[in-house]
Each structure stands twice: as C-alpha cells, then as structure tokens.
C-alpha cells in the first residue's frame, strides 16, 4: 500500500521508504520463523517477496516510478502464489 500511495502522491518518500523498510524486515523474519515447517515452497516465497519489496524502496528513493509499478505487479503475484499455498496447506 505505502508504495502505491507514492506512487499516487499521497504520501512522502520518506513515508514510503521507511514503510516498505520495515515490511522487507518484517518478512525475513517470518521467513526465518517458519523455514524448516512443512510448508514446502513458504520460506522461498516469503524471502522472494521481501526482495521484492526491498526493490520496491529503493525504486521509492530513487524516485523511479516506472520502476515500482512494475515491481507492485510482481508482489501481486507472489501474494498469489502465497494465498495458494496457504489454502493448499488446509486440513
């Protein structure tokens, strides 16, 4: 969200860097809590999607547009990728 309201001008850069700063952070963690479980292909697409967004603010600090709105796209689908996985591992 913080990168598509940049990307609208809604909200500073400053906003949005530290923003996306800290969900890259919040996904290594979750990607280093849940890396040996049983859900097979989780930490390779959580750490994926936090490179993502990791593209995501630098794109946002270097003012680069463009850039973001493809990246936004490739978080849609790892978002994808991710729900199918989670409703894939329901008993």
């Known amino acids: 969200m913080a990168g598509e309201q940049w990307l609208k001008g809604s909200v500073p850069l400053a906003y949005a860097a530290q923003t ?11 990607a280093q809590s849940i ?13 994926a999607a936090g490179a993502t967004i990791g593209q995501m603010r630098a794109a946002v ?3 680069d547009r ?12 790892e978002e994808r990728a991710v729900k199918s996985l ?3 591992a329901r008993p």
């Open 20 to 30: 996306l700063r800290a969900a890259e952070e919040t996904l290594e963690e979750e």
């Open 35 to 47: 890396q040996g479980q049983k859900a097979e292909g989780a930490t390779e697409l959580t750490r």
């Open 61 to 63: 600090e270097g003012g």
């Open 66 to 77: 463009e850039a973001l709105a493809q990246l936004l796209g490739r978080l849609g689908e």
């Open 86 to 88: 989670a409703e894939g």
